[in-house]
C-alpha cells in the first residue's frame, strides 16, 4: 500500500503500476491488472458483490477493474489532486473519494458521472481530504481532513456532526475507520494516538498510544472486533476494542 498520508509528492514512475488480487486461503495470485494506473496507487476497495474493484491514486484517476475478465472498464476523473482514499457506499450503489485538493466527490459507478462534489471543511479551504468513511445503515459519510476534526456529513455535503479531539497543534487526524455498527470512530493522528469517539454524540471517548514511530494508517475488520495499525517502524498491530 502506498503511504499516501505524507503532503510530499511521490517518486516519478515511469510505465504502469500494477495490481495484484490474492486468495487469502491459499495465498494464490488470482488476477493481475498490468496496467492499472501510471503512478502510485492509493486505495483499493471491493464492490458489494466483489465482481469488481476501484482504485484511487496519485494521477488523480480513479479506475474500476472486472476481476472476471481482468479489464478496466470504467475511470472517472474530477480532481485536480492525488486521491487519498476511495470508498463504495454499503448499498453500492455509489463511490466516495476524497483527494489532497479538498475535495469529496461521489460518483455512480454506471455512468461514471461526479452526482456530488463538496469540501467538508466550513471554510472552503483547500485543505487535503484523507480519507472517508462510509455509516452502515445510513446515507452519510464521515470525513478527516488534516486536521484534527472529523466531519459527519450527507452524501450531498452537509455538514450534520463535527468531531474533534480538541488538540490544537501536533494531532492531525491521518485517517479514520468506523466500527462494524457504526458505533464507535476511530481516528489515527499524527501524534501516534488513536482517539476513539461515539458517532452518535461525537464524545471523545478514550486515547490510546499505538505505535512509537510515525504511524501510518488502520483498519477494521469487516466481521470480527478487530483493528488493525501500522506504522512507519515496519510495525502493524491488532487490537481488539472495548
Known amino acids: 500500500r502506498t503511504d499516501w498520508t505524507r503532503l510530499v509528492p511521490p517518486p516519478v514512475l515511469t510505465g504502469h503500476v500494477s495490481i495484484k488480487v490474492w486468495k487469502v486461503r491459499t495465498g494464490q495470485c488470482v488476477r493481475r491488472f498490468d496496467k492499472a494506473h501510471a503512478q502510485g496507487i492509493t486505495c483499493l476497495c471491493f464492490s458489494r458483490d466483489s465482481t469488481q474493484l476501484c482504485s484511487a ?3 488523480a484517476s480513479l479506475r474500476m477493474h472486472g476481476l472476471k475478465s481482468g479489464k478496466m472498464l470504467k475511470e472517472m476523473r474530477g480532481h485536480t489532486s492525488y486521491i487519498n482514499h476511495c470508498t463504495y457506499t454499503p448499498d453500492g450503489l455509489r463511490i466516495v ?11 455512480d459507478p454506471k455512468t461514471s458521472e461526479c452526482v456530488s462534489s463538496f469540501r467538508p471543511n466550513p471554510s472552503g479551504a483547500e485543505i487535503p481530504v484523507n480519507c472517508c468513511c462510509c455509516l452502515s445503515k445510513s446515507d452519510q459519510l464521515v470525513v478527516c481532513d488534516r486536521s484534527a476534526t472529523a466531519y459527519v456529513v450527507t452524501l450531498q455535503g452537509q455538514v450534520v456532526r463535527t468531531i474533534t479531539s480538541g488538540k490544537k497543534t501536533g494531532g492531525d487526524f491521518l485517517q479514520a475507520c468506523v466500527s462494524r455498527m457504526g458505533t464507535w470512530l476511530y481516528c489515527l493522528a499524527e501524534d501516534n494516538m488513536m482517539y476513539v469517539f461515539a458517532v452518535a454524540d461525537g464524545k471523545l471517548e478514550r ?3 499505538i505505535h512509537d514511530k510515525e504511524p501510518i494508517g488502520l483498519c477494521h475488520h469487516p466481521h470480527r472486533n478487530l483493528l488493525a495499525t501500522f506504522a512507519d517502524d515496519c510495525t502493524m498491530k491488532l487490537w481488539r476494542p472495548e
Open 57 to 59: 491514486s496519485y494521477d
Open 207 to 209: 486515547i490510546v498510544q
Open 97 to 107: 473519494s476524497s483527494g489532497s485538493d479538498g475535495w469529496v466527490k461521489v460518483w
